[in-house]
């Protein structure tokens, strides 16, 4: 029997929060849907949890894998999934108890293809329950608009898939699957080729998800060939629109400033990269200021701070400087925030 939505949950040892996780979805005021949750080979108690709570309801649809990553986790559950709509959720984090009621009626009385709500970041989900609950807000219509992939982006709907519904139709119709090879941004790739595909895209400014931040976040992990996997996936971003008609000269443009954009991240795994000594960082970095695809987008950032303006004359040791002081100091907050 097909369901509404498909919530889907890639779990990787994450016993702390995973039953805080699964309760706020099964409490959901909106009850046609799944809860497809993939183990991802954890070696903690979370296959121990997600047994219990398969047990307590049917609407739980449980997988246990080999360890293969979020992003194949996630195509994983996309697969196995029976919705009209797909949402995802991470295994840390909350939904607020309206959040599919609220963003599947858009989806009905908008007839939308995708909707996404905002969200609230902490290291406590008191601070998601403390919200004013007796807001209103207005739903923002987003395809009517002119350059709506741009306004998607501006309203921070591009980067978390977590955030959004979506429907199944146009996903498999498209063949959009998460990029296995691609650890850390897989979310932005995915929501643009979406953006793209879908005719009608809605935007409830209302905090209905919690991402839940702690020490183990991607931006603080290493990840090995960034800078390759981010040029070969907007690559793969055009060749897509490309392919399905979808470009145009602004698109264009706005691949090329974007992925300028992500230098701050691309700088970071170079210095964080544990094979390379000192002088083979600093080949690595005046690689990437080298390259031509991010030069022209750093021609189209208006307001360049400081790592873009380092890059931009590539003043490769004080970029080296200018990044190691930024991770120093990012690690020392985050561990004085979850302390």
């Known amino acids: 029997m097909r369901v509404k939505v498909s919530v889907i949950m890639p779990v990787y040892n994450c016993e702390k929060y995973l039953a805080d996780s699964i309760k706020s979805v099964l409490a959901q005021t909106f009850t046609d849907f799944e809860l497809i949750i993939i183990d991802d080979g954890s070696k903690d108690k979370s296959r121990k949890i997600i047994e219990e709570y398969s047990l307590k309801d049917t609407r739980i649809k449980a997988f246990y894998n080999e360890n293969h990553g979020v992003s194949f986790t996630r195509n994983?559950?996309?697969?196995?999934?029976?919705?009209?709509?797909?949402?995802?959720?991470?295994?840390?984090?909350?939904?607020?108890?309206?959040?599919?009621?609220?963003?599947?009626?858009?989806?009905?009385?908008?007839?939308?293809?995708?909707?996404?709500?905002?969200?609230?970041?902490?290291?406590?989900?008191?601070?998601?329950?403390?919200?004013?609950?007796?807001?209103?807000?207005?739903?923002?219509?987003?395809?009517?608009?002119?350059?709506?992939?741009?306004?998607?982006?501006?309203?921070?709907?591009?980067?978390?898939?977590?955030?959004?519904?979506?429907?199944?139709?146009?996903?498999?119709?498209?063949?959009?699957?998460?990029?296995?090879?691609?650890?850390?941004?897989?979310?932005?790739?995915?929501?643009?080729?979406?953006?793209?595909?879908?005719?009608?895209?809605?935007?409830?400014?209302?905090?209905?998800?919690?991402?839940?931040?702690?020490?183990?976040?991607?931006?603080?992990?290493?990840?090995?060939?960034?800078?390759?996997?981010?040029?070969?996936?907007?690559?793969?971003?055009?060749?897509?629109?490309?392919?399905?008609?979808?470009?145009?000269?602004?698109?264009?443009?706005?691949?090329n400033m974007n992925f300028s954009q992500r230098l701050p991240s691309i700088l970071k795994m170079e210095l964080k990269n544990p094979n390379n000594h000192f002088f083979d960082k600093l080949k690595r970095i005046k690689m990437v200021c080298d390259d031509n695809q991010i030069r022209e987008g750093l021609e189209n950032i208006t307001k360049k701070q400081t790592i873009y303006k380092l890059a931009y004359k590539k003043s490769v040791y004080k970029l080296y400087f200018y990044i190691y002081y930024q991770n120093l100091r990012t690690k020392i907050v985050r561990k004085i925030k979850s302390n």
């Open 76 to 255: 994983y559950g996309i697969d196995h999934a029976s919705g009209e709509y797909i949402a995802f959720i991470d295994a840390d984090d909350i939904y607020d108890n309206k959040y599919l009621e609220e963003m599947f009626s858009v989806i009905i009385n908008e007839d939308a293809d995708l909707v996404c709500c905002d969200l609230i970041m902490g290291y406590n989900a008191n601070t998601f329950d403390a919200q004013d609950k007796n807001l209103k807000y207005n739903t923002i219509c987003i395809s009517n608009e002119k350059n709506s992939f741009k306004r998607a982006i501006d309203l921070g709907m591009g980067i978390s898939a977590s955030t959004k519904i979506f429907s199944t139709e146009l996903i498999n119709k498209y063949s959009i699957r998460f990029n296995e090879k691609l650890s850390y941004g897989e979310d932005m790739f995915f929501c643009w080729k979406m953006f793209l595909v879908s005719k009608n895209i809605f935007y409830i400014p209302e905090k209905l998800y919690f991402y839940r931040l702690s020490g183990d976040t991607a931006v603080l992990r290493y990840h090995d060939s960034l800078y390759e996997k981010y040029k070969n996936s907007y690559r793969d971003m055009l060749d897509f629109a490309e392919e399905n008609s979808l470009n145009d000269e602004y698109f264009c443009s706005y691949l």
